[in-house]
Every structure is written in C-alpha cells, then in structure tokens.
C-alpha cells in the first residue's frame, strides 16, 4: 500500500516560522503556516494514495480535512522523527513538509511511482529537500543524516546512492522560511489559499502604514 506522509507542527502562534517574525508578527506566521498546511493537505487529498497520513507535533484543528489519517511525531531530532514516519509504512512512501504549499497532485503523483531498488528526492533552494520517496522505507537511510543545514540535501542524497538505490528526482522547489520565501512563492502560485493570505496581510500592513 502506498502512503503520503506529510510531516507538520500545528499552526501555534510563536512555535511555527518563527524566521518570518522578521517582517511578520507570530500570529501572522502562524496564519501562513495554517494556510501552507491547509494546502499541502488538500493537494494531498487529491492525490491518489493507499494511505494519506499528517505526522503531527501538536494536536489536530479545524484546518484538518477528513480523509487525513493522524498519528504523533515521535520525539528526538528531525532526522530521528522522519525515520520514525517511515517505520510505520509498510510499502511505499512519500514524505513531504508543510512548508511547500505549490506543490500539486502531479508531482505527488510522480513522486508515489516508486519501483523496487528506487527512490525519489525533492531539492530545495535552501540545500535541503521537500520530498522523499522510498519504495522499501528504511529508517537507517534518514536516521543521522544533519537537518536544516546547507548541506542536508547532499548528505541525504548521498546516503540513498550509497545503499544503491537509484535516485529519481522531483522538480526543485522553494521552502517557506523566510519572508522573501513567503513572497517567491506566492508569486508562483497565486491561486493557492497561502497566496490569499500574503496578500491580506500585505494590504493590512498598506493599510496601517497609510493610517
């Protein structure tokens, strides 16, 4: 049975994108990680999958839809959470975060056509990686590789090529970290619900300013 993963926190004011208080206050950071994770979830639903599951820090809200199975973040580092989300499928599997709300159903769907002996692996512009698909989940291939590093992508590329795998990859995306990450991605996927809501808190901010 094949499973989309979306690792998730939930969207608590002060505890999620925390890096783009810089322009935005807490609560409006969480208002975009709702919106990003709102999306990711419906292009999740609207793609096919034995099993849709939210590896959540934090507890369900009215953001989640139905059709979404929920289970808890195991504790410890990243790399140890991602290995723990693998641990639970048992077929193939594609993981993603919450912070790629343009990905669409298509490149999910590329991503879940995972072959014996094959893996996939989504680059980010930050050096890290938005997706990753194993047709045999094997915790051991992500347990210990370095997270929210430069160099993660490489590190995690490296570890799937030297367990001879062949590495297929997705197209390159862009993280949500920043606030000129924020306004890139909005920018190239207008019609998505995060889109919406960098544009309301741009025409508050206009609005305040103008006051």
Same mark, same amino acid.
């Given at each position: 049975?094949?499973?989309?993963?979306?690792?998730?926190?939930?969207?608590?004011?002060?505890?999620?994108?925390?890096?783009?208080?810089?322009?935005?206050?807490?609560?409006?950071?969480?208002?975009?990680?709702?919106?990003?994770?709102?999306?990711?979830?419906?292009?999740?639903?609207?793609?096919?999958?034995?099993?849709? +599951?939210?590896?959540?820090?934090? /507890?369900? $809200?009215?953001? %989640?839809? @139905? &059709?979404?199975? =929920?289970?808890?973040? *195991?504790?410890?580092?990243?790399?140890?959470?991602?290995?723990?989300?693998?641990?639970?499928?048992?077929?193939?599997?594609?993981?993603?975060?919450?912070?790629?709300?343009? +990905?669409?159903?298509?490149?999910? /769907?590329? $991503?879940?056509? %995972?072959? @014996? &002996?094959?893996? =996939?692996?989504?680059? *980010?512009?930050?050096?890290?990686?938005?997706?990753?698909?194993?047709?045999?989940?094997?915790?051991?291939?992500?347990?210990?590789?370095?997270?929210?590093?430069?160099?993660?992508?490489?590190?995690?590329?490296?570890?799937?090529?030297?367990?001879?795998?062949?590495?297929?990859?997705?197209?390159?995306?862009?993280?949500?970290?920043?606030?000129?990450?924020?306004?890139?991605?909005?920018?190239?996927?207008?019609?998505?619900?995060?889109?919406?809501?960098?544009?309301?808190?741009?025409?508050?901010?206009?609005?305040?300013?103008?006051?």
């Amino acid at each position: 049975m094949t499973t989309l993963l979306v690792m998730a926190k939930e969207p608590v004011p002060g505890r999620v994108k925390t890096r783009l208080t810089s322009l935005y206050t807490p609560r409006e950071a969480a208002a975009l990680a709702e919106a990003a994770l709102i999306d990711t979830l419906e292009t999740v639903r609207a793609t096919p999958a034995g099993r849709r +599951v939210l590896v959540l820090d934090g /507890a369900p $809200g009215r953001w %989640l839809p @139905p &059709g979404i199975e =929920v289970v808890a973040q *195991a504790a410890g580092s990243l790399d140890m959470r991602l290995a723990a989300a693998f641990a639970g499928c048992s077929g193939p599997a594609l993981l993603i975060g919450m912070d790629t709300p343009q +990905v669409t159903p298509g490149m999910l /769907a590329d $991503g879940l056509r %995972l072959a @014996p &002996g094959r893996a =996939v692996f989504g680059p *980010a512009d930050d050096g890290g990686f938005w997706a990753l698909g194993l047709a045999e989940p094997d915790p051991d291939l992500v347990a210990g590789v370095p997270m929210s590093v430069a160099r993660t992508g490489a590190v995690q590329r490296l570890r799937l090529e030297e367990a001879g795998l062949s590495v297929r990859e997705l197209p390159r995306l862009t993280d949500v970290d920043t606030p000129r990450d924020a306004a890139l991605v909005a920018d190239g996927a207008p019609d998505t619900r995060f889109a919406a809501e960098v544009r309301r808190l741009a025409r508050l901010r206009a609005g305040a300013g103008a006051r």
